[in-house]
Nanobody, 121 residues
Framework: QVHLVESGGGLVQPGGSLRLSCVAS????????MAWYRQAPGKEREWVAG????????NYGDSVKGRFTISKDNAANTVYLQMDSMKPEDTAVYYC??????????????WGQGTQVTVSS
């Protein structure tokens, strides 16, 4: 059974930094593309950043480009989201996502339970 467990959320002041972690169990991170999404109250879930299965290429939503960095440690089955220069509009529940395709082309997708990030003075 696959589990994704996020940690690292909390309260931070505007301009501050946080680092989120997501540990995967039951799934080898080396075979999965992984991503971070977020959902603010009253809004739809938003894709924040994604990284390829080999951890080589990261992509970012326009709202976080230049401020957030996604990285992956396949040996530790962990994906990270370093968040710098944070803004109040970054306040949301952040979710970890893993997706992979098997040899038959079937797609599997998993979600973590989310971690709250609040940016406020």
């Amino acid at each position: 059974q696959v589990h994704l467990v996020e940690s690292g959320g909390g309260l931070v002041q505007p301009g501050g930094s946080l680092r989120l972690s997501c540990v995967a169990s039951g799934l080898a991170a080396s075979i999965a593309a992984m991503a971070w999404y977020r959902q603010a109250p009253g809004k739809e879930r938003e894709w924040v950043a994604g990284i390829t299965n080999d951890g080589g290429t990261g992509n970012y939503g326009d709202s976080v480009k230049g401020r957030f960095t996604i990285s992956k440690d396949n040996a530790a089955n962990t994906v990270y989201l370093q968040m710098d220069s944070m803004k109040p509009e970054d306040t949301a529940v952040y979710y970890c996502n893993a997706r992979y395709s098997d040899t038959r082309g079937s797609v599997y997708e998993y979600w973590g339970q989310g971690t709250q990030v609040t940016v406020s003075s």
